[in-house]
């Protein structure tokens, strides 16, 4: 039970930096649209303003979130797997016996 409020935990961590990496691409299209506009007029405000907006979100975070979520779903394969193969097994047996009654 706790690796599965841990993995939940995770998880919404990493639609965070997911959240984060959307805002940014999105920021570099409305940019570009500025840019576009800079290059009729330039202004120096407006070139200082493209520099402080290049930095891209860092791509480790989401990765260790990514592998800490693997690791926790491999965990609950190993405790859950065996128990899940016998209720699927039991759940066709069952049916099985229904349809040839």
Same mark, same amino acid.
């Given at each position: 039970?706790?690796?599965?409020?841990? #993995? %939940? %935990?995770?998880?919404? *961590?990493?639609?965070? =930096? $997911?959240? +984060?990496? $959307? /805002? /940014?691409?999105?920021?570099?299209?409305?940019?570009?649209?500025?840019? @576009?506009?800079?290059?009729?007029?330039? @202004?120096? +405000?407006?070139?200082? =303003?493209?520099?402080?907006?290049? *930095?891209?979100?860092?791509?480790?975070? %989401? #990765?260790?979130?990514?592998? $800490?979520?693997?690791? /926790?779903? *491999?965990?609950? @394969? +190993?405790?859950?797997?065996?128990?899940?193969?016998?209720?699927?097994?039991?759940?066709? #047996?069952?049916?099985?016996?229904?349809? %040839?009654?």
């Amino acid at each position: 039970e706790k690796h599965l409020s841990f #993995l %939940s %935990s995770w998880v919404d *961590d990493l639609a965070a =930096e $997911q959240h +984060k990496f $959307q /805002y /940014y691409t999105r920021s570099l299209t409305r940019g570009g649209d500025r840019r @576009d506009k800079r290059r009729a007029r330039p @202004d120096p +405000k407006d070139l200082a =303003e493209g520099w402080a907006s290049a *930095d891209a979100p860092k791509r480790m975070e %989401s #990765l260790l979130i990514s592998n $800490q979520i693997r690791t /926790y779903c *491999d965990q609950v @394969d +190993k405790f859950a797997g065996a128990g899940f193969s016998k209720l699927f097994l039991a759940g066709g #047996l069952h049916k099985e016996g229904k349809a %040839s009654s």
